[in-house]
């Protein structure tokens, strides 16, 4: 779960205007979070975004105050440098957690190179909108151009999409648990 020191509205990490909560409201977020907390693999991520609005040293300060009220990582959201990224990495007391977003504000660094930093965890929040809002625009220009989509390139066939989509498994569970005109004697209706 992350929990968040960003005030509403709330904006993307790497976009102006953002402001933070009182560190004091944070650490009692997290508290919170802790007592609630039964299941010893939940995991709360006590993100900040203080980096871009106070500066690197006030996102380490806050993410040392987020461990000890018991958060289990820091994410340390938009760092603008290596440098920062690696303060940030050494300086907090456990573990922390990166964004990689593409065209974002932190420089953008491979898996290895980050595990090398000693990155807890990484994330890339934007990648997949950003594949899916290409083909999209690719593919809807392609239509609009040609009035059709035979000819389209690198489109994925409709087989393609049911094995990625599992769709097999769809179908053995509509006939293990679903009793209609097809299947009158389903599973389901045997218990």
């Not at 000693?118 to 220009?141: D, H, K, N, W």
Request: glycine fraction near 8%.
């Amino acid at each position: 779960m992350n929990l968040e020191d960003q005030c509403l509205p709330k904006r993307c990490g790497h976009m102006a205007g953002k402001q933070i909560i009182p560190l004091e409201e944070m650490v009692g977020k997290i508290k919170a979070a802790v007592d609630a907390k039964t299941d010893p693999d939940f995991v709360i991520n006590a993100r900040t975004d203080a980096v871009s609005v106070c500066g690197i040293d006030e996102a380490i300060r806050r993410g040392n105050a987020y461990l000890e009220a018991g958060a289990d990582m820091v994410f340390v959201e938009s760092p603008g440098s290596v440098e920062e990224i690696k303060r940030a990495i050494q300086e907090i007391r456990g573990p922390v957690s990166i964004n990689m977003l593409e065209g974002g504000r932190t420089p953008r660094l491979t898996f290895g190179e980050l595990r090398e930093l000693g990155a807890a965890r990484v994330s890339c929040p934007m990648f997949t909108s950003l594949i899916a809002a290409y083909a999209l625009e690719q593919g809807l220009s392609y239509l609009k151009e040609h009035g059709t989509s035979v000819g389209f390139p690198n489109l994925m066939s409709f087989e393609d999409f049911k094995a990625f989509t599992d769709t097999p498994l769809v179908r053995a569970m509509e006939q293990k648990y679903i009793v209609d005109e097809m299947n009158p004697q389903g599973e389901a209706a045997m218990r």
